[in-house]
């Protein structure tokens, strides 16, 4: 199970840290992604980490402005979220997947995900 939180109202240009804890004690054999749904939007691909070489991507929107980290110790994953703008309002998910994953179906493949968090919500004011 994923528990997500951190959301919020911010102003633009302001930041926001989400977090994403997770249940059980095999989280670090999971890659860690985050997506977001604006309203009347698809859910979209953020940020990802992987399991093992924590390598991460970032879609084209987000780069040089959001930073995914995980603590495995703490089992959870985060979302640094800077200089942000209203068009980064949505709610947030956060996902787990374990089988090993192409960047390709981890950006564009939500099916392959093994388990979604609530989502949290980020609304950004201009």
């Known amino acids: 199970q994923l528990q997500a939180s951190g959301g919020g109202l911010v102003q633009a240009g302001g930041s926001l840290r989400l977090s994403c804890a997770a249940s059980?004690?095999?989280?670090?054999?999971?890659?860690m992604s985050w997506f977001r749904q604006a309203p009347g939007k698809e859910r979209e691909f953020v940020a990802t980490?992987?399991?093992?070489?924590?390598?991460?991507y970032y879609a084209d929107s987000v780069k040089g402005r959001f930073t995914i980290s995980r603590d495995n110790a703490k089992n959870t994953v985060y979302l640094q979220m800077n200089t942000l703008k209203p068009e980064d309002t949505a709610v947030f998910y956060c996902?787990?997947?374990?089988?090993?994953?192409?960047?390709?179906?981890?950006?564009?493949?939500?099916?392959?995900?093994?388990?979604w968090g609530q989502g949290t919500q980020v609304t950004v004011s201009s």
């Open positions: 996902a787990a997947v374990m089988a090993e994953s192409s960047p390709r179906d981890i950006m564009r493949n939500p099916s392959i995900y093994n388990y």
């Open positions: 059980g004690r095999t989280f670090e054999n999971y890659s």
């Open positions: 980490i992987f399991r093992y070489s924590g390598i991460t």
